[in-house]
T-cell receptor, first 112, second 112 residues
């Protein structure tokens, strides 16, 4: 199993640009989430999904959209990038019957 | 949401045991205690979790106070690879989503 994969690893955007961060998992997990981590801080939940077609907002959802058309994929869209969105983004997944969350390696995003 | 309090940092010598404390005085009866750790430049990884009883796995042990208002993560023999930020997290058992609320964690430094 590849686990949770994220692309790209690094990205630089200009203010106002849009982009999609990709996340995929091959463990058939129902739950998937997106977190952001600012320097020296813990992770904060952006959006999450409890299954295909079902998404909900986390702690810091503004400026981000998500969709979940398949069990495997959970992309995060930045609609109009702002410098405040400079951060490291982590995707995570968890099987419904399990307690352990699996995290991807992260995408480091810089918005100029 | 119930919060956790951890020391900002701790130091340990290699091959010695490490006791990482966590206070959660407002824990509810249905909250699980989870520990994750984050190695430098990586996503968090699951370490252990428990509800009321002490727990052991291949990575660590979790000692939970009888009143559940505090817990201690025990690494039996610290190695250099254990240098990481350790997060103590409370997860409600009725958490329908994938929500983990991360605090600041404890940065563990291991000296050779």
């Amino acid at each position: 199993n590849a686990g949770v994969t994220q692309t790209p690893k690094f990205q630089v955007l200009k203010t106002g640009q849009s982009m999609t961060l990709q996340c995929a998992q091959d463990m058939n997990h129902e739950y998937m989430s997106w977190y952001r981590q600012d320097p020296g801080m813990g992770l904060r939940l952006i959006h999450y999904s409890v299954g295909a077609g079902i998404t909900d907002q986390g702690e810091v959802p503004n400026g981000y959209n998500v969709s979940r058309s398949t069990t495997e994929d959970f992309p995060l869209r930045l609609l109009s990038a702002a410098p405040s969105q400079t951060s490291v983004y982590f995707c995570a997944s968890r099987g419904q019957a399990y307690n352990e969350q699996f995290f991807g390696p992260g995408t480091r995003l810089t918005v100029l | 949401d119930a919060k956790t309090t951890q020391p900002n940092s701790m130091e340990s010598n290699e091959e010695e045991p490490v006791h990482l404390p966590c206070n959660h005085s407002t824990i509810s009866g249905t909250d699980y205690i989870h520990w994750y750790r984050q190695l430098p430049s990586q996503g968090p990884e699951y370490v252990i979790h428990g509800l009321t009883s002490n727990v052991n796995n291949r990575m660590a042990s979790l000692a939970i106070a009888e009143d559940r208002k505090s817990s201690t993560l025990i690494l039996h023999r610290a190695t250099l690879r254990d240098a990481a930020v350790y997060y103590c997290i409370l997860r409600p058992s009725n958490n329908a989503g994938n929500m983990l609320t991360f605090g600041g964690g404890t940065r563990l430094m291991v000296k050779p």
